[in-house]
């Protein structure tokens, strides 16, 4: 059984940085696409980025230039370096993996997923 733990979320000013994390037991990260989405209370789960097992990735664009994804072998991790936040980022981020083999935002192609860690940005 493939599980995804997240940690790194809390709280952060408008114009901070997070970085969250996000382990991969029993299995190795490098066979998976590995995703990150969100949601705000209220609201669906969206995406927000991903990085296929050759290293491709993928981003909304609503995070595109502020957000970096990053991997780390060794550490079964993936990384997602979260800069210049807005309170519009404050949600749940989870973490899933998918067996598809390029980066990719379709969340049904998304089988194992984390619990999800709270992000609050405040203004």
């Known amino acids: 059984q493939v599980q995804l733990i997240e940690s790194g979320g809390g709280l952060v000013q408008a114009g901070g940085s997070l970085r969250l994390a996000c382990t991969v037991s029993v299995s190795t990260v490098s066979m998976y696409t590995m995703g990150w989405f969100r949601q705000a209370s209220g609201k669906e789960r969206e995406f927000v980025a991903a990085i296929g097992r050759r290293t491709s990735t993928l981003y909304a664009d609503s995070v595109t230039g502020r957000f970096t994804l990053s991997r780390d072998f060794s550490k079964n991790t993936v990384y997602l370096q979260m800069n210049s936040l807005e309170p519009e980022d404050t949600a749940v981020y989870y973490c899933?993996?998918?067996?598809?083999?390029?980066?990719?935002?379709?969340?049904?192609?998304?089988?194992?997923w984390g619990q999800g860690t709270q992000v609050t940005v405040s203004s």
């Open positions: 899933a993996a998918s067996v598809f083999d390029t980066a990719t935002d379709e969340r049904s192609f998304y089988y194992h």
